[in-house]
């Protein structure tokens, strides 16, 4: 493993080799002009305050690190532990991100935001916090995904933001993000576009992971005080790989911590059956920044498969790929099935009905747990809550509800 | 074309939309109304600088299993029939396809098909100082792009490293059709006139030959893309035979370059 600092990126975005800026000249500006008023709020105590008040009162932070107990019993081994974002202020971590953007957003003067949802959760997300701050709120949402969440389509509209269909391409996640992004081509001077991942353009994956790293500093902290060590693994699913970013991020450099990010499987390994970026992407360029990529040999993205609209995206944050070569984090994949089956025993287990995107985490940590020995801790991320998958997993499931 | 006190007119076609050999038949087209230089884009799966018009040409063309290493054997055999001579032609291509390509290879089998030069609207400046030595070893022009967004000390800096011409977006936001070019184009053109010795074309929005009157002795050239490219979706729509859709480009392509002359 080569030494890995956790001082990333560069001024210039890079994460060793990845990350960077690879947009259209149009929003080259833009971009610059958010890195330095970023720069600016994370060394102002009175945006920090305001922050960490919002992350407190209105998201309901911090939220517990929970012993599963009967979810260690059932397995047999290594203790697992839950980081239960599922009980923030609209079900998962992606309102950490949204907070701390929407506060951007009024800090550059501009009253209009867009984003791009997969599984809504981001979409769900920026309505509240442009809602809380009365901006305007534009979602882009593939049409396919429209169909797999309804319930967050219609929560998101309650809150005052309009949801565009976007029907080209896969009428997915990586077809909102390309439409967001025209969007934000032609409108950059009102508009802050609220990316929801850790991918994109510098100073996205950085500003993302930053906000989002609240999650593994309050893991950090209540670990120690709930085991008096730190974990022995931490487990996070990733897709773009926002929870996971900011789960590893504050245990990057405690080598002891062995960290793990569980990939969509989807199907199998063919081309087209599975999300699994690092597992089987190769390096390139998608969505503003260079990191590993789902691609033929022309550099055209490959379709992606996911039971979770969540985590059926082609790219990965230049983080993640930066940690992947390093060999600081192992990336592995969980499949469909699994991911069902995880959703199904964390439920009868435990009484919590888990997102199936950290379904991922739970089926992965049930494997390793299997292995570890009674001593060890092992810490999943809980990245959501199930109630937006429910009548999707119904439906796999064939049963009606 | 100054010397001739006439602007440059450069149309825009996707390669293989809906198929190479009709990619072949629209290059010898333009090239026999004779027409300043070709901008051939290359398909490709997530553009974001483009609008709909010619994110569905992409998609046409990926739909037929476009293919880059295709498009320089068909370019290369064209380039040796002398029965065409075909005008300069510059690449668009996505960064993402040099990447993945191997930019040594592809700069090379580039230059070798015959084009004389690339954008790349995915590699800002900042981005393309090593791209563009490597493009000068291939002996290519590396375009660069500046946007009305662009500040003065971020257009010096990317004007060191373009050669070619300077690719100037007409408005910020993505290509296409659009009714009238913005007022302060002339402003900005007139302060990049500052700044470079390059020619400057203007691109994204210019469909009419109105457009090109109001471009007139503040621009050297003009690129059209969504106007040409729209006509393509023809074949799909089955209503049209290939060679009248390549006969009414031509005709779009003569009225276009009349207008250049004013």
Redesign the interface.
Known sequence: MTTILSDVPDA?GRFGEFG???????L???LEELTQEYEKAKQDESFQSELNDLLKHYVGRPNPLYFAERLTKHCGGGKIYFKREDLNHTGAHKINNTIGQALLTMRMGKKRVIAETGAGQHGVASAVACARFGLECIVYMGEEDIRRQKLNVFNMKMMGAEVRAVT??SKTL?DAV?DA??DW??S??STHYIIGSVIGPHPFPMMVRDFQSVIGKETRAQCLEQTGKLPDQVIACVGGGSNSAGMFYPFIDDESVKLIGVEAGGRGPEPGEHASTLSYG???????S?GY?L?D?????QDVHSISAGLDYPGVGPEHSYWKDSGRVNYTAITDNEALEGFQTMAKQEGIIPAIESSHAIAHAMKVAREAHPDETIVVCLSGRGDKDVNEVARLLGQEI | MSSEGRMAFMPFITAGDPDLDTTVAVLKELANCGVDLIEIGFPYSDPIADGPVIQESYTRALNNHFQVHELFDVLKSLSSDQTTTLPPLVGMVSYAIIFRYGAEKFLNEASAAGFSGLIVPDLPGDEALEFSQKTQLANLDLVQLVSPLTPEDRTKRIVQTASGFIYCISVAGTTGVRDELPAELTTHLESLRQLTDLPLAVGFGISKPEHVDTLRGKADGFIIGSAIVKQFAAFSDSNQTRAEVISSIGNYASEMMSATRG
């Open positions: 210039s960077r800026r690879f947009v259209p000249e149009t080259m500006h833009a080209s391409g990586r390309n992004m025209r081509m032609s950059v001077e190769a390096k390139g360029v998608l969505h503003g260079f990529v691609q040999s022309d550099g055209q993205t």
